[in-house]
């Protein structure tokens, strides 16, 4: 049986993952190649799933913990992909706040299923917004320890790829390539815009390149990036909506968004990722919010106006997990009053992500 190919696409919170896999998988799916995707969450009810089958792609999804804690599921999830037969493709996604997945994933998949997988190289994405501020020395709004997974992502990399060049001035595109650049002599680096296209060719070339599998595990403290990672407040929830006029779907993802940005500023909590995605029949709203210089913007309109719709939150900022939940809930509280909707929250899961206890670690290729 032909082996699968296994792509991994890391990254900070917010760097462009899900939207550069959305292109990539639209690629080789024009290329008439089956293509599997699966995400990874630390707990339940995530956008990136829902935006991904809402484009209709074969997604398995890792929920409750990392890739690297849950080796077992990614390998399940994996096997489940394909109606008919394993997909020729599949890309993978581990959580915006992970790392060491060389040694915690891939080796461990290269050497456990090396009859059913044929690994490419660990693309990570350099998320602008904070890469400037990170690689600069500081971090970015986000604990020390946060900062430091930043850096840990970027040093595995088989390849580094700077991300939204389309947002960037020829000046901030120079210094941040030269900034990783500095810290990262030896790496592979390029520059692409998941929104636009950009720079995908090239990515596309590299990533379909055949070479043998050589990435190098990380020398990491596992007690910086457990603090680093506990320094996070994280919520996944969902809303229920409903009122008697239809309002529109697309201004009400946006207005979540905006609200949740405007009271997590005012907290002082940056954050890494906001988003929310909001469903109604067939269509799908979706906003986001990654970062406190920028505004939250509407990243998939679905121009449509409804009188009931779901929607699902998932909040990652540096700050408390408690008073995450308090914001989010006075944020949907104002918002659907401010439209005289009924909006109703479920599921709530709030809480820091715990210390990453990985099912394997290989220090060397073989273990
Ligand atoms: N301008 C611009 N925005 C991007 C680009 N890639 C992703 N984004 C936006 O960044 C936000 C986070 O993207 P997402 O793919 O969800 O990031 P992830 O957390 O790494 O999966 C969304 O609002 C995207 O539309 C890009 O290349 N350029
Ligand atoms: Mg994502």
Redesign the pocket.
């Known amino acids: 049986m032909p082996k699968t190919r296994f792509l991994m696409i890391g ?12 292109r990539l998988a639209r690629h080789y799916t024009d290329q008439g190649l089956r293509v599997g995707l699966v995400t990874n969450d630390q707990a339940y009810g995530l ?2 799933t829902e ?1 991904l089958r809402a484009q209709g792609f074969d997604v398995g999804e890792v929920p409750g913990a990392c890739f690297c804690c849950k080796f077992n599921d990614l390998v399940d999830t994996a096997a489940a992909l394909g109606a008919d037969g394993q997909p020729d493709i599949i890309l993978t ?1 581990p959580v ?1 706040s992970c790392t060491d997945l060389v040694a915690t994933v891939l080796r461990p998949l290269n050497h456990l299923f090396d009859d059913r997988y044929e690994l490419g190289p660990l693309a990570v ?1 350099c ?1 602008p917004e904070h890469g400037r501020k990170i690689l600069g020395g500081g971090a970015g709004g986000f604990s020390p320890q946060a900062a430091y997974i930043f850096l840990k992502q970027l040093e595995e990399a088989q390849l580094i790829v700077l ?5 960037l001035s020829e000046e901030q595109q120079t210094e941040l390539l030269q900034l990783i650049g500095d810290r990262f002599p030896d790496k592979t680096v390029l520059a ?5 296209g ?1 720079g995908f060719d090239e990515l596309i070339r590299v990533l379909d390149a055949n070479h043998p599998y050589t990435e190098a595990a990380l020398e990491i403290d596992y007690d910086t990036y457990a603090e680093g990672e506990a320094a996070l407040g994280w919520l996944n929830c969902g809303v229920q909506f409903s009122a008697d006029q239809p309002w529109s779907l697309d201004a009400l993802v946006l207005q979540l968004v905006t609200q949740f940005s405007s009271l997590l500023l005012e907290a002082g909590m940056e954050p ?2 906001v ?1 929310v995605l909001a469903s109604a029949d067939q269509a799908t709203a ?5 970062a406190s210089d920028d505004p939250a ?1 509407l ?2 309109a679905s121009n449509v106006e409804v009188t009931a719709a779901d929607a699902l939150v998932n909040v990652r900022v540096h700050g408390d997990p408690d008073d995450v939940a308090a914001l989010v809930e006075s944020a949907v509280d104002t918002v659907a009053t401010a439209n005289d909707l009924n909006g109703q929250l479920s599921e709530v899961q709030h809480f820091r992500p715990g210390r990453p206890e990985p099912t394997h670690r290989y220090e060397s290729s073989t273990g």
Request: proline share 0%; charged share 25%; aromatic share 4%.
């Open positions: 990254g900070f919170l917010g760097a462009g993952k899900t939207t550069a896999i959305a956008v990136d935006s996604e915006g994405l998320k991300n939204k060049v389309d947002k692409t815009s998941s929104t636009s950009e890494g990722h988003k979706v906003a986001n919010w990654v913007e990243s998939v």
